[in-house]
């Protein structure tokens, strides 16, 4: 089952009680879980459950913090795997690690603006209170039909941490990085349109997404400037 991804409800004064709640209950199985959430099933919690990666995805977005960077380490290495939630039906369709999965779900929330319009909240653990809520899409997110978001900065990508990691090992986010590529490929483009005196400003184009010059740029053109998509990966 494909899982979505998520925007944390704000709810001024409370927001970092359930904030750390929801890091408690999300970032490891076991005794812990059971013991920060009390009585009652935990099978919705957990670090593969869906409503968790939800909940991480859109906190590692924001930040990648210390937190998101101990759960992508603990769980790089886990055999626990996780479909991805944007690739299409039988196109290089894999399953990843939970550690890359939450780079990766974090990195599209990061560095894309959503276009899908159905969504609809619930709480991250329906059986608390004080859990913060979470928004889900209903329909999978389709990134070519996408466009790059603010967070995506020429001045800033190179030292983004975030890409950073994906950038350190590319292989199960080679999907990503290609949308990444073609969408500032097509930005280049309406950068200027050939007319008679010279090139003429596109009116779409946008400064911030011309990473040329950048070592992101350098590494993206490596892996895709001669050589298509390839199926990937672990």
Not at 26 to 53: E, H, W
Not at 80 to 97: A, D, F, V
Not at 147 to 167: E, G, V
Request: aromatic share 12%.
């Amino acid at each position: 089952m494909y899982k979505n991804y998520s925007k944390i409800g704000k709810f001024g004064d409370c927001l970092l009680i359930n904030t750390n709640y929801g890091y408690d209950v999300c970032m490891f199985d076991g005794i812990d879980k059971c013991f920060a959430k009390g009585p009652g099933p935990v099978d919705n919690l957990g670090p593969s459950a869906p409503n968790c990666q939800a909940f991480l995805a859109e906190q590692c977005s924001i930040e990648w913090n210390p937190k998101c960077e101990l759960y992508y380490r603990s769980h790089k290495q886990s055999l626990e795997r996780n479909l991805p939630n944007t690739y299409k039906s039988g196109e290089c369709q894999t399953s990843i690690l939970l550690g890359d999965s939450l780079l990766r779900n974090a990195a599209e929330l990061r560095f894309f603006s959503t276009t899908c319009d159905e969504s609809y909240t619930e709480p991250l653990d329906p059986t608390n209170y004080s859990s913060p809520m979470i928004t889900k899409f209903v329909n999978r997110r389709m990134l070519e039909d996408e466009s790059l978001s603010d967070r995506f900065n020429k001045d800033t990508i190179d030292t983004d941490a975030i890409m950073c990691r994906l950038l350190e090992n590319p292989k199960p986010f080679m999907p990503l990085l290609y949308h990444i590529y073609q969408h500032v490929l097509d930005n280049i483009y309406y950068g200027g349109v050939p007319m008679v005196g010279g090139l003429v400003q596109n009116p779409r184009y946008v400064p911030q997404w011309d990473i040329r010059g950048t070592r992101t740029w350098e590494m993206l053109s490596v892996m895709f400037e001669t050589t298509p998509l390839p199926c990937n990966y672990n």
